[in-house]
Nanobody, 128 residues
């Protein structure tokens, strides 16, 4: 069973940076596509970044391109989301997710329905 545990959220000023981490307390994450999703109050859950099981392809939502970077470190069995130039509209609960039910091909990395196993989430608040 894959259990995902996020960390690294917090309060940051606009323009600041945060790095989120996602670790597994169970199986290795190396066999799954992985993603970061977020949900702000009153809004639908949004896939912001994803990485193919091979690590060779990534996906970013238009809203975070050029500011966020997803990274998988297999030796640490950990997924990261480096978030730079943060904006107030980035405020949300951020979730790590895995494609346990089957790995998407590169062209479908952005399909949120592929991410079927979630962590408990970590709050990110961008405010002055």
């Amino acid at each position: 069973q894959v259990q995902l545990i996020e960390s690294g959220g917090g309060l940051v000023q606009p323009g600041g940076s945060l790095r989120l981490s996602c670790a597994s307390s169970g199986r290795s994450l190396s066999g799954y596509g992985m993603g970061w999703l977020r949900q702000a109050p009153g809004k639908e859950r949004e896939l912001v970044a994803a990485i193919h099981v091979s690590g060779g392809s990534t996906y970013y939502a238009d809203s975070v391109k050029g500011r966020f970077t997803i990274l998988r470190v297999r030796s640490k069995n950990t997924l990261y989301l480096q978030m730079n130039s943060l904006k107030p509209e980035d405020t949300a609960v951020y979730y790590c997710a895995a494609t346990v039910g089957g790995n998407p091909i590169a062209s479908t990395l952005g399909n949120i329905d592929k991410y079927d196993t979630w962590g408990q989430g970590t709050q990110v608040t961008v405010s002055s």
